[in-house]
Every structure is written in C-alpha cells, then in structure tokens.
C-alpha cells in the first residue's frame, strides 16, 4: 500500500523524484519516484549506511541485472559506493500476492497451476542467471500486468557450496536445513515456491507468523498437506517439500511437468520453456494503481474550461526550481474557479492545506505529468523571475508597502521585462501589479538614465497588460491557452472512442489537430486514428437484454428477434431492410441463409424457415423431436442448402437438408456432425472417436485416430473448395486446444498445432477456413483472433507436415464476442459485443502481398527507400521496393554469414554470404568487389556498415573469437581489427565514431581502437541511430527509448515507456525532429523529438509481439514519406504529412461532426471546417 511521504524522508534521490513510500521494513524503505520524463520506478533504500548495506545493495544489483527482466523489477541503476544508498528499479504496477489473496480469496483450479507456472518461469529465470533469491514468499510477488513477477533481492546470492552464516529470510518461507547451518540452495528457492502455493491454495500462510524461534519450531516439524490440490500441482509440492533437498526437482522440472513435458523431454531452446511459462501466466493479473500522471490527468479532465485554465497557474507558484513551496490563498487568482480545482485536487490528496496555504502533496507530480512538465519546461526561465517577484511584494505588503522595499536597478528592469514579453502560463496577481506600479514610479523620480530605461520597459508593460493593448493581449492569450487545452481534450476523447465509435475518433483527432496543430498530443491523435483498424459500429436502436441476434455470413446483415418480431438490418448501411411479424416469443437462436433470403429461428418446437422477402414462414418447423441442447450454434453453410441444429443430447450440432427437410446421416445411420458444401463428405463424431464418410461413394475414408489424451472434438470445418477438414479438440482435462487439418479425400492429417487458449496461447477451441480458404481463422476462448496463412505442402507425408503457419493477425477481443464473421469483399473481419452491438475491424493489411515469396527474414531499405536488400533463407536478394521486381541475380548463402548494409548515398550496398562480402554498385546492379573474410561460414560477417565517405567498411564476424574488422575498399584489404563482434555497426555522420550495439562498444575508425565506454551506458541495448547532424544518437533499449550526445557520453532525455514495444529499428526524419520506430508485431511508430514524446502508431499490423524482427524503415528525402519494409518483404509507404493525414481520416470517416456532436465535444467553439 502506498503512503505518503514523511518530513525525514528525501524529496529527490539522484534523477528521481519521490512521490509516496511503498513500503517499509528492517532492511529499508521503497519509494515510488519518477524520472525527468516521467517513468515510474520502485527506489529502495537501506536504513543504514555501513559497509555491510553498501556490500548487500551492491549484490542485490548485481543479481537482478543478471535475471532475464520479464520474470522480475529489472535494476535501471544503482548507487552503492556514495551516501545516500538506494537502488532504483523497474516499477511493476500491481499489487502482491499477499494483497491479492487478502482482497480476493484463495486461488482455485486453473489460476492456481497458472500463479505455480508463473513462479516456476521466475525462479528458473533467476537459477539460470546462477542466482538463489532465498526470500521468496507472497510479499515478494508482485502481480503484474503480464504476469506475476518476483522481485526484492536483497538476501539472493550467486549459486555455489553453501556456507553457513546469519540466517536471512523470512523463518516461515525457509526450509528446514537453513536451521541446520546447511546454508541456503536452490531447493530452498524449491521449498518456499511450495509453501507460496499452499498460501495461494490456502489463502494464508501455512506456517504463521510469530515467535522466530516457535515459527523455526513448526518448520522443523512441518508435514506437508496436498489435499485439494490438483494435479500435477499436488505432487510436485510434495515433492517440493521433501526434508532432503537433493530430493527436491529443480525449478526447471517443475516448469517442465506443469507446462505438460512430463518433466523429461525438454523444449527445443531453453528459452522456449520460460516463455511458454510466461505465456501460460500472463493472464494472471493484478489490478494496478494508477500513476500519478494518470491521476491528475483524469481530474484535470474532470474539470470545467475555467478551471483547467487556473491550473498551470496556480501550479506553477507551488514549484521553486526543483522544490515544492506553500502558497498563500491571497497570493492566488481570487477566483471560485481557483477555489474549486483546489478542492478537486485537495479531495484526491494531489495538494495539501495547512492553514491557509496550499502546497503540491509530493514532488513527484512535477515529473510524473505530462502536462505539469510542459508547463515547467515552457516557464523554467520565467520561474525564477517571478518567485523574486512574488516574494519581494509580499514582502512589501507585510512591511506595509515601503519604498525601500521596492525592486530598483537591473532586478527592475528584468523583472519588467519578463512581465512585459516573456510571461506564459503565469500572470500577475494584484498584490504583484501593485508592486510593480509603486516600483516603476518610484523609477521615474530617480535619474533620466533610469526613468527612461524603466520608463521604455514600462511601456512595454503597458502596451502588453494595460490600457487598449491589455485586451487584445489577454484575448490572444487566453484564446490560444483555451484552443491547446481543448484541442489536448479531443485527443484524448478521441482516443477512449476509437473502439465504440470509430468516426467520431476519426474527426475529433482532426478537429483537435486544426485547433492546435503544433501540440505533439494533436499530431499524435491523427496517427493514432490513422493506423486505427476498428471501422464502425452499428447498433439496433430497439436491442434489449431480451433480443436475440446473429449476423449473415459475411457480417453484412444483422438480424434482431423478440417480441414475437424479427427486424433486419443493413450493417454497412445502418439502415432497416425488412421486419418479420408473427415469429415465436420464445425464440432461443437465429441464423440467416447466405444469400439473405431464408431466416431460420430456433425455439422449444423446433426450427421455423421464414421467407424475408414476403414475411411468411415456409412450411412446417423442422426437427420437431427432442429438445435444444444449447451445444453448438443454429447456422447455414456456405451453399446455403444445409443447416446445423443444435438439437438432442450430443453437444455438437446435427447438419439437416433445408430443402428435403430430412436429417443428414452417415451410410451407418449415425446423424452427421459436419459435412462439406458439395455434400461429399460428412463427419461423424464418437465420444473420444470420430468417422470420416465419403457419402458419394458410401465409404469411410481411414484418418488418423485421436490421441490417447482423451481429447474431445469440439469443432469440425470444411473448406469451401471441400480439399480440407479441420477439427479442434480440447485436450489435457479442457486445459488446452488442438487444431489438426486433414486433405481429403486421401484423410492424411497435414497439419497438427496446440496450445493454451488464452490470450497468447497459441490455439484456440474454435477455428474455421476463412477468406476463400486462404487463411486459417481461430480464437481462444474468444479472447484472441488469429488470422494464419494457409500453405498447405504440395505433397503430404511426415516430413513435410507443417507444425505452425505464420500467424499474420493477432488481435485480443472483447470479453465476449458473438457472430465472428469474415467479410472477404471488405476484407473486414465483424462480431457481436455483449450488448448488441456489430463492430466491424479492417484487416486488409492481411491482404498485402510480399515481394519475395513471402518467407521472413532480414530486410533492409536503401536511404532512397527505392532498393530492397533481404536475406531470405539460403539467399540474399535485391529488388525494386516499389514494383518487387529483382534487380540483379541472387546471391546464394548455405547459412553462414548474412548481412546487409547501404552507403549513405545509396549507390553501394554491401551484402554479406557466407564468408564473402560482395559489394554492389547500385548504378547498374552489379558487383564491383568481393571481400573474402576467412575463417570459413561460422565466422560470417553478422553486421556490415559503411563509413559515411564510402572508404571503409566495417564488417563484425560472428563466432567466439569474432571480431570488428575495417576494411579499406580502395584497396580491397583489412585494415584493423579490433573490439569483439557485435549484431550492430553505425558510424556517426562525421566518420570519427563508429558505435557497435549488443555489445556496445565505441572504436575510433582511424586508429582502429576501441575505446571503454561511458559509465552508465553499459547496459544500452537494442537499435540505434545517429541524427542527420550526428549530435545525438537514439537507443531503444533497455526498456524505453534514449537520446545521448554524439559521444555517447551523456544521456540527453529518456521517453517514455511503451508496454509491449519491442523495437528492432530506428529513423531520423532528415530535420532530425522525428523518429521512427520499427516494432516486433509489424508495428511503426513515430517519436516527437523536441517533446520527448510519442506521436502516435502510423501502422499496427496487428501480429504477436514475438514475431520476426528483421523489418526495416525509412524516411524519404523530404520527410513527408515512410516506408517501412515487413520481415517477409511486404512494403508499405505511409504518408506522414500531418495535412494529408487529416485529409485521409475525413474521406474514411464519409462526413464531418453534427451539430450535437459539436454541442457535445466542442462547447463554445465557434464551428470551423473540420473536414473542408
């Protein structure tokens, strides 16, 4: 629980800002403090300064840095040799486990494996990097928003002997040979994983708190209870607990066996373990608090226009430099505006009374949001002024109102200046005019020289706050203060509607932009709405809880039944087209015919055909016997001609001939669960087996049987050309889902994949051929959509059985999602949310056609963005980014070395395969040179970067003994070697520097050396890039983006954090103001650099975040052009002109804002062309 700060603790720890503490303990305090640009971190400080804290912290450092980050707080920096001491780390929002349970209750069932899954990746996470925590326990887990994660190490130490030494821990958590002086292992990490179980399954500590030496007691005595656990987690805490500790499995065993591997067999990588666990957990959440950012920015939303406008004001005499102040009532505004944001942020306890002087509650809200660090950066160098202003004339006031109390001199004059022209978010108030007044005319009476310069400058003060002047002045001002804080508002409304009303989004995003088309939070609007693929949503105006609906086949036409009405609606249309009266009260489901004419409904006597041309049902219902079973879903198939009922006891659907009214079956009689559109082949399902029918001939056609998991089949496909079937089955107890694909009509199974079916799981329970077959569509638990290529191999048999396609949408979907329909006309994928409402999602990005044949790889974009360099499997390729037409022959690689690289004027590019470097001339696509490497394929060259004269090249070799190699391509030989290879090379602009990434290294590039780096930057990681000008260069990682000097020496400013944002490239705009990101998921972003903020998504391709990461982005020559190039060779150019982007949004969006949506979002502004 967070609480406020105390009078004896600090304000500000090196870069950091202090804003409540988090907790407190015998070791220390943890602080939640923010970064100058406003990141969140966890800051831990030990409560004495000795050598032994000074040692601890150092090794609590130590050991996290050396933990994979996903699995725990990863350390940001550390001061353990100078006092104070602390410890600044990652802040994972979320509450413990201790609260969670407190709050909520035990763990149950599947939350229960999913919380062991999620410790076991952590504690194998921390074993591999040699690590035993030896503090686990509830109170160290925090539960993330991806996860739970482990945290606090400051007891862990390296893996090795144990000695025996002061016992550190929590006694309840500790197993039974630390009493013993055996000192503590990894089993011990082993025991307390158990015993955080018990507690989760319990819902509180096996062992209590108490008297250490009653607690150590009952360790000594403990007999672990399983009861109720399930399996396997029952017998992995048992063994968990085994009083020997070599008896004890390791943390990676566990995660073996709870992850379904038997605990033998393990996966392919060892990273395929850990996120196979981090996958299985991550849906185990907590609920975070907001940052104080969020905080204030909600109750400045909440605030009128009249009192938004106070605000920077009134914050702004709170601040003095990097320091809070009290401020009196009498020195604020006197206004009730002022009295009612006051109240607003007091109740939220943002600011504080004492008295009657207000002061801003922690120091951490100048950093923490957004809007107070614009309004600081914009007056940092009035701030100063008007402090001695303020405090001069309350000085003079107390004093009753002296002369000698007066500015006078050169603090007069530049005090009148900054009044005069320099003044922003801060005004005057009464008391400070009158100051002002008094001392300028105490000026004019002192000697010409003065008066006149007092007297100049006071005409400037008049001219800007006085007289005829004062009005225009104050009109201009106020009137743009108001335009940015609406045109901030309708960025964010924009941003809270994209999803429930797309058009809406669309046009505010440009009505704020016209307002304020300078704001960073406008331009970032446009982007955002631009790469937005939610499109429209329709709703029936007369939908209740009681209506039940379903859409057409291609989401086009919705159908609402109740009352004994069924109303039809145009979905892309949003208009009525027909009403059916006279249809059953009692209708349960509802499905359309495809080609709209034929309306089925469901109800207790069966199921009634209804003509929706005439109104009229067509004859008797069907399927009068039996009783609906609620398993499966009332629908056509594509033909039309057939109709799945759910209907009897089975859980799955049984397929009826609409036109014969007779029920389909199988030559051995039993009732088909599937059947084709041509209606040759029909499916039969068996309890735990299944039959194959090919009802032409009458035969059955031999597949493979299902696995001796019990798995139950609870879906069956056809494709609509009736080559393939597909079927899922819930396998492992319903735990997860498998998708197996058969050809037919030979029955050969061509495809098998499984997974969880969360989100991120892999497969899903259902799934369908979609798209004219050409994609593969599923959904788990309908909380994720994936869309997968379907590339079936020309010839079926074992060894060309594909396990995975490449999924080419990934999208998370609402909590409950009905009608999943796939519109290939609109390429729009449509569903029903819970109340009703259609959303229709564009997904033509699905639909882009790669260059090459469509295989990932590394590919990269000439400075022209004309030429497309890629390394695809055992080839390298150039071709025409805009036609994909291959510029020269390919050059053949056999899984060597594979690099590519441009000069900066874009006539050479070099291309590394193998243990040869080939060197291109783009003029006429042919080679020029070869440089052969040596040291054969496995010392390839992985990096290649030309210097920016085009004279050298600087080639990084792979294998342990690789190296940065220069070479000089006049003469067509190496150079120097130095440093070690490294995954990336760039020079800075002016060729003095060249900069390696992973590891960084900086080398000299004329003397061949490479020189140590800064401290501090050791730990950069990720893409780079140098500005245009070569004066900053931009870092993605670790975990934010950072702009250094061209030295890369000092750190310039950070940007804020994007969760989930991975980013594999980076590109300067050629004025250096924007950067462009490349993010694994086929995500570009763009990057304000003067703010320091982000712009917005230009494009979401909407894949799995661990994807491939070999994309590339360029900008053209004029700025106004983005092309970014897709692992598999799928170009796309953005337009970022910020006008064409307007202009684009108001063709989708089809119209401007009415009058009541101008009335609503736009008060008081007086209505201007939004879309012209």
């Given amino acids: 629980m967070m609480t406020p700060l105390t009078p004896a603790d600090p304000h500000r720890l090196g870069g950091y800002w202090l804003a409540h503490r988090l907790g407190a303990g015998g070791q220390g305090v943890v602080y939640e403090g923010y970064g100058e640009v406003g990141e969140r971190v966890a800051i831990k400080v030990p409560r004495y300064d000795s050598a032994e804290s000074r040692a601890r912290l150092a090794k609590e450092a130590a050991a996290a840095q050396r ?11 550390a001061q353990v040799d100078a006092a104070p001491l602390y410890i600044v780390s990652e802040f994972v929002p979320g509450p413990s486990l201790r609260r969670v349970v407190a709050g909520s209750g035990s763990y149950e069932k599947d939350a229960l494996r999913r919380l062991a899954v999620g410790v076991a990746t952590a504690l194998t996470a921390i074993h591999q990097g040699g690590i035993v925590h030896r503090d686990l326990k509830p109170d160290n887990i925090i539960m993330g928003p991806d996860g739970p994660r482990v945290i606090d190490f400051g007891v862990a130490r390296e893996v090795g002997p144990t000695t025996s030494g002061p016992i550190m821990g929590t006694p309840g958590y500790m197993p039974p040979e630390v009493f013993s002086g055996r000192g503590a292992s990894e089993a011990a990490d082993l025991w307390a994983w158990a015993m955080v179980v018990l507690f989760a399954a319990r819902g509180k500590d096996v062992i209590e708190a108490g008297d250490p030496a009653a607690v150590i007691g009952r360790v000594m005595e403990f007999e672990p209870d399983v009861c109720g656990l399930p399996e396997p987690l029952d017998a992995l805490v048992a063994a968990a607990l085994a009083r020997d500790p070599t008896q004890r499995p390791a943390a990676g065993q566990v995660l073996l066996r709870l992850l379904g591997h038997g605990g033998q067999a393990p996966l392919r990588r060892g990273d395929d373990l850990l996120e196979r666990g981090l996958t299985q957990a991550g849906a185990l959440t907590g609920r975070p608090e907001p940052d104080l950012g969020a905080i204030a920015e909600e109750l400045y939303g909440e605030l009128t226009e009249a009192e938004r406008a106070t605000v920077p004001e009134v914050f702004l005499r709170m601040i003095d430099g990097d320091e809070l102040r009290a401020v009196g009532r009498d020195e604020l505004p006197d206004s009730q505006a002022v009295d009612a944001m006051l109240t607003v942020f007091g109740a939220a306890g943002l600011v504080t009374r004492s008295g009657p002087a207000y002061e801003l509650a922690t120091p951490g809200l100048l950093h923490a949001w957004p809007r107070l660090r614009d309004w600081v950066a914009g007056n940092r160098e009035g701030l100063p002024v008007h402090r001695r202003l303020a405090e001069a004339a309350a000085l003079w006031d107390e004093h009753g109102r002296r002369p000698a109390d007066l500015l006078h001199g050169s603090a007069l004059d530049r005090t009148l200046q900054w009044a005069a022209t320099a003044h922003k978010d801060l005004t005057l108030g009464r008391r400070e005019r009158e100051f002002l007044d008094e001392a300028v005319s105490l000026a004019r009476s002192r000697a010409r020289r003065r008066r006149l310069v007092a007297a100049a400058l006071a005409v400037l003060l008049v001219v800007a ?42 046009l505010l995003s440009v009505a704020g932009w016209r307002l304020s088309p300078e704001l960073p939070e406008t331009r970032g609007a446009l982007y955002d709405s631009l790469s937005q693929t939610a499109t429209s949503v329709f709703l029936d105006p007369d939908y209740t809880a009681a209506t039940v609906q379903n859409l057409s086949q291609d989401g086009r036409v919705l159908v609402s039944v109740d009352g004994g009405t069924a109303r039809i609606w145009d979905v892309t249309g949003q208009r009525r087209i027909g009403v059916l009266s006279g249809v059953s009260a009692e209708v349960s489901q509802a499905a359309l015919a495809p080609d709209g004419r034929t309306l089925a409904l469901l109800d207790r006597e069966g199921v009634r055909l209804w003509d929706t041309r005439t109104g009229r049902p067509l004859g008797a219902p069907i399927a009068r016997q039996g009783r609906p079973s609620g398993g499966g879903t009332l629908s056509f198939d594509g033909s039309g001609h057939y109709l799945a009922i759910p209907w009897g006891a089975k859980a799955l659907p049984e397929w009826w001939d609409v036109a014969k009214r007779k029920q389909l079956t199988a030559p051995s009689g039993a009732a088909l669960n599937a059947i084709s559109r041509d209606g040759r082949f029909g499916y039969v399902v068996k309890g735990h087996d299944a039959e194959l029918w090919d009802l032409r001939r009458g035969k059955r056609t031999p597949i493979p049987p299902i696995e001796q998991d019990k798995g139950v089949i609870n879906q069956t496909t056809f494709s609509d050309d009736g080559k393939m079937m597909m079927t899922t089955e819930l396998v492992n107890s319903k735990e997860t889902s498998r998708i197996r694909m058969f050809e037919l009509p030979s029955g050969a199974e061509v495809m098998e994949q499984e997974g969880g079916m969360g989100p991120g799981g892999g497969v899903g329970p259902e799934a369908g051929f979609v798209f004219g077959d050409a994609f593969i569509a599923n959904w788990g638990d309908r909380e994720r959509l994936t869309l997968q290529r379907h590339s ?57 056609q790669p260059i090459g044949g469509g295989e990932s790889g590394d590919v990269r974009l000439a400075p022209s963005t004309r030429v497309l360099a890629a390394i695809w499997g055992d080839r390298v390729e150039v071709r025409d980014a805009v036609t994909g037409r291959a510029l020269m ?53 992985q990096a290649l970067a030309f210097s920016p004269d085009g004279r050298t090249l600087a080639v990084s070799r792979y294998g342990e003994r690789g190296r940065v190699e220069l070479w000089d391509l006049e003469r067509g030989s190496r150079r120097a070697e130095t440093g070690t290879g490294a995954t990336d090379l760039a020079f800075r602009p002016d060729g003095r520097l060249l900069v390696t990434g992973n590891p960084l290294q900086l080398i000299d590039p004329e003397k061949g050396v490479t020189r140590p780096p800064e401290q501090g930057t050791g730990q950069l990681a990720g893409a780079f890039a140098f500005s245009p000008d070569g004066r900053q260069v931009a870092f993605s990682g670790p975990g934010r983006l950072t702009l250094w000097d061209g030295d890369v020496r000092t750190r310039i400013a950070e940007f804020p954090a994007v969760p989930g944002s991975e980013v594999t490239m980076l590109a300067w705009s050629p004025d250096g103001r924007t950067l462009a990101t490349y993010e694994k998921g086929l995500r570009v972003r763009l990057w304000d650099v003067p703010s320091r903020r982000p712009l917005g998504v230009v494009f979401d391709g909407k894949q799995a975040a661990d994807g491939a990461d070999g994309g590339s982005v360029a900008f053209s020559a004029d700025g106004t052009k983005l092309r970014a190039a897709a692992p598999d060779g799928t170009i796309r150019v953005f337009d970022v002109d910020e006008r064409h982007v307007a202009a684009t949004l108001c063709v989708r969006a089809g119209r401007t804002l009415t009058a009541g949506e101008w009335s609503r979002h736009l008060p008081g502004i007086e209505p201007f062309a939004v879309c012209p």
């Fill in 465 to 506: 706050l006085g007289g005829l002047g004062t009005a225009e002045y104050l009109r201009k001002e106020s009137s743009r203060q108001r335009d940015d804080a609406l045109a901030r508002e309708l960025a964010m409304r924009a941003a809270d509607l994209r999803q429930s009303d797309p058009q809406v989004a669309k």
């Fill in 67 to 77: 933990v994979a980050s996903f699995c725990t707080a990863k350390v940001i920096e």
């Fill in 792 to 848: 079936t191999p020309d010839t079926v048999d074992s060894q060309t059985m594909p396990t995975f396609f490449d999924a080419a949408y990934s999208q998370a979907m609402p909590a409950f999602v009905g009608g999943l329909r796939f519109d290939l006309a609109d390429r729009a994928v449509r569903y029903l949310d819970e109340h009703g409402a259609v959303h229709t999602e564009d997904v033509s990005m699905v639909f882009d």
């Fill in 889 to 941: 022959k390919l050059i053949s690689r056999s899984g060597g070395g594979g690099a590519t690289a441009f000069s900066p004027d874009g006539r050479r590019l070099a291309l590394a395969a193998d243990d040869t470097v080939h060197i291109v001339d783009l003029t006429g696509f042919k080679v020029s040179a070869r440089l052969k490497l040596g040291g054969g394929i496995e010392q390839g060259a």
